[in-house]
């Protein structure tokens, strides 16, 4: 099989699950966006994965999103999925489609003084630290209302949901109940109709438990390893 028929399949019965998860959460297949997580996949791989039909794109690192954006010449959308230093927003601040990553109010205001400057509003997610894990970053679910209110006020800068990371697990039953707080936090703040935030978006669930957030009412779903395989994996 070649690199690019692997890819392919791999996209393929991605939508697939995705599709049956989709459905047993009452939606429809198309109201969940698969984003590729291209972390360390070489430009040529993410290009064989965006001719088969994906055309939102995750990084973690602003280096390698920069040096990829500049050479990448397809349609596509790019998003900062990892933690994000205020000192390296300006670098992305015109490249991104959407920041997932947002976990401070300095940050907040760091991204909005160069949105503004940019002439351009960007959305965001606010990351969640559900499982209140010390090696992850994310607010606590019980800041998160105080957290959007004090976002509110920044006109360049759109809230457009909320993100999260749950602890890794060989068996994805053991972090549903993590999609579900967040997916309780979700409807909560949405019900509030807080001025200029949005609960648009639902972003959880990665290549090993995607299925059971979408379940759980993620709409956007990050997969590198299902898509990709491991790093360095040769064809």
Not at 102 to 115: F, N, P, Q, T
Not at 212 to 220: L, P, W
């Amino acid at each position: 099989m070649s690199d690019e028929e692997y890819i392919k399949n791999n996209i393929e019965d991605i939508r697939k699950r995705v599709g049956t998860a989709a459905v047993k959460s009452g939606r429809k297949p198309e109201d969940i966006r698969i984003i590729a997580v291209t972390k360390t996949v070489e430009e040529e791989r993410i290009i064989k994965a965006i001719n088969a039909g994906i055309s939102d794109l995750g990084e973690n690192r602003v280096q390698e999103l920069l040096k990829k954006y500049d050479n990448i010449n397809e349609p596509c959308n790019w998003h900062l999925i990892g933690h994000l230093q205020s000192n390296k927003v300006k670098y992305i601040i015109d490249k991104v489609t959407m920041i997932h990553s947002v976990d401070s109010i300095e940050l907040l205001e760091e991204i909005h003084k160069k949105a503004e400057k940019a002439g351009r509003v960007i959305d965001i997610l606010v990351q969640v630290n559900v499982a209140g894990e010390e090696t992850k970053s994310g607010i606590a679910p019980e800041e998160v209302r105080q957290f959007l209110k004090e976002a509110a006020v920044y006109r360049n800068v759109k809230v457009k949901g909320l993100m999260t990371i749950a602890p890794f697990s060989e068996d994805p039953e053991s972090v549903r109940p993590v999609f579900r707080e967040l997916h309780k936090i979700f409807i909560d703040i949405n019900k509030e109709n807080i001025d200029n935030i949005d609960m648009a978006f639902l972003s959880m669930g990665m290549s090993n438990d995607f299925e059971v957030a979408i379940e759980e009412g993620a709409n956007i779903v990050r997969i590198g390893t299902a898509i990709f395989g491991r790093r360095n994996y040769i064809a």
